[in-house]
């Protein structure tokens, strides 16, 4: 069974969340449907890539 997870705020923590479900091995247990943040789209995006947690 899958749980569907939203990530509300998009912060260091939030970040880290995404990027250890994305590196971690259990993809298929937890799907993440939504992120929740007041930044602009394309700013998210570049952190996500380039943040050096």
Same mark, same amino acid.
């Given at each position: 069974?899958? %749980?569907?997870?939203?990530?509300?705020? =998009?912060?260091? %923590?939030?970040?880290? %969340?995404?990027?250890? /479900? =994305? #590196?971690?091995?259990?993809? /298929?247990?937890? #799907?993440?449907?939504?992120?929740?943040?007041?930044?602009?789209?394309?700013?998210?995006? /570049?952190?996500?890539? =380039?943040?050096?947690?």
């Amino acid at each position: 069974m899958t %749980i569907k997870v939203a990530i509300n705020g =998009y912060g260091r %923590i939030g970040r880290n %969340i995404l990027r250890a /479900h =994305y #590196e971690g091995g259990k993809k /298929h247990d937890i #799907e993440i449907v939504a992120i929740n943040d007041l930044g602009d789209v394309k700013a998210n995006a /570049h952190l996500t890539q =380039y943040d050096t947690a």
